[in-house]
């Protein structure tokens, strides 16, 4: 019986001395790290960069505020003022999604919408949800009044 488990461990650091042999002594940097230390290049020229970002504000609630948009090397600059405080984020979302490597967002919120943003906080206010024992099946047909 101990004869068995002396070759087993006998093998068991074989195994690892040829792992250890065959493995490179420094390991390859992840893919998501490797990528992460140096800003994307830029696929897209600036102006049209700005285009796009233009473009998607254009088509997005957000587009009756007129931020002002600058891109330089792929960065993109957002300025303006807003009375919704959502609408900074969703600015800041837009570009991104439309190519930039960065957003610098000095869109200016204000007080009035922080302070009502502030009292929905205090309040507990979140977005309404439906509870679906509270409603009508989804298999069944909803009668018209």
Do not use: C, W
């Not at 473009?55 to 997005?60: D, E, I, P, W």
């Amino acid at each position: 019986m101990r004869r068995f488990y002396y070759i087993g461990i006998a093998l068991f650091f074989l195994t690892v001395a040829a792992q250890a042999a065959t493995k490179p002594a420094t390991p390859a940097p992840h893919p998501s790290t490797a990528t992460a230390a140096r800003p994307k290049q830029a696929s897209i020229s600036d102006a049209e960069l700005e285009k796009a970002i233009r473009a998607r504000f254009a088509k997005s609630k957000i587009s009756s505020h007129h931020f002002q948009v600058h891109v330089q090397g792929g960065v993109a600059t957002l300025e303006g003022e807003t009375g919704v405080l959502q609408h900074k984020g969703t600015a800041t979302r837009l570009a991104k999604n439309a190519g930039a490597i960065k957003v610098v967002n000095r869109i200016a919120v204000s007080q009035e919408a922080r302070d009502k943003a502030a009292g929905n906080l205090t309040q507990g206010r979140r977005r309404a949800q439906v509870k679906r024992s509270e409603t009508t099946a989804r298999s069944e047909k909803r009668s018209l009044p």
